[in-house]
Nanobody, 112 residues
Framework: QVQLVESGGGLVQAGGSLRLSCAASGRTFSLFRMGWFRQAPGKEREFVAGITSNTDSTRYADSVKGRFTISRDNAKNTVSLQMNSLKPEDTAVYYC?????WGRGTQVIVSS
């Protein structure tokens, strides 16, 4: 059982920045893959960014490349998502996942 808790969401103007954080707690295990998804009202949940522990490789959705950066701190079991140059279309609830479990999400609203 792994508990994931997101934080850092909020309301910002277009062009602003936010840094989301995901803290994992519970059973001890190696976090192979961590990622962020988002879901806007009336839309399907979509992949945003992911990172692996074995290769430390990252991948991003085309819509956020060059603007978002995912990182992790294995010692603290945390994953972060630095979001820059935010756009109104980034408005969504952002969820953290370890590939199996999900957090409850944190709301990000970007005003135009």
């Amino acid at each position: 059982q792994v508990q994931l808790v997101e934080s850092g969401g909020g309301l910002v103007q277009a062009g602003g920045s936010l840094r989301l954080s995901c803290a994992a707690s519970g059973r001890t295990f190696s976090l192979f893959r961590m990622g962020w998804f988002r879901q806007a009202p009336g839309k399907e949940r979509e992949f945003v960014a992911g990172i692996t522990s074995n290769t430390d490789s990252t991948r991003y959705a085309d819509s956020v490349k060059g603007r978002f950066t995912i990182s992790r701190d294995n010692a603290k079991n945390t994953v972060s998502l630095q979001m820059n140059s935010l756009k109104p279309e980034d408005t969504a609830v952002y969820y953290c996942t370890d590939g199996g479990d999900w957090g409850r999400g944190t709301q990000v609203i970007v005003s135009s």
